[in-house]
Nanobody, 123 residues
Framework: QVHLVESGGGLVQPGGSLRLSCAASGFTISSYWMNWLRQAPGKGLEWVSTTKSGDNKYYADSVKGRFTISRDSAKNTLYLQMNSLKPEDTAVYYC?????????????????WGQGTQVTVSS
């Protein structure tokens, strides 16, 4: 049974950093494209970043240069290092899998989801 559990969210001041984790079970993360998406209060789902293996890493323009996606195969865990955080990064962050490369904000393009972790950027 596929299971994704995010952690690492919290309250941080503007300019601060957080690292989100997504622990996967029931499958090997290298078998799927692994994605981070977010949903801000009152807004729709927004794609953030995607990776599968090696240097295949993709970022939304809004986070490029500030966020870094990575994975640890031994731990079967996906990460999102978030630096230089801004108030507009406040959202619930989700990890999700997709069988194909989907740089998309459409929920139907992803097959498994975690429960989400709240990130709040505020002074």
């Amino acid at each position: 049974q596929v299971h994704l559990v995010e952690s690492g969210g919290g309250l941080v001041q503007p300019g601060g950093s957080l690292r989100l984790s997504c622990a996967a079970s029931g499958f090997t993360i290298s078998s799927y494209w692994m994605n981070w998406l977010r949903q801000a209060p009152g807004k729709g789902l927004e794609w953030v970043s995607t990776t599968k293996s090696g240097d295949n890493k993709y970022y939304a323009d809004s986070v490029k240069g500030r966020f870094t996606i990575s994975r640890d195969s031994a731990k079967n865990t996906l990460y999102l290092q978030m630096n230089s955080l801004k108030p507009e990064d406040t959202a619930v962050y989700y990890c999700a899998t997709s069988p194909r490369l989907r740089l998309s904000s459409r929920k139907d393009d992803y097959n498994y989801w975690g429960q989400g972790t709240q990130v709040t950027v505020s002074s």
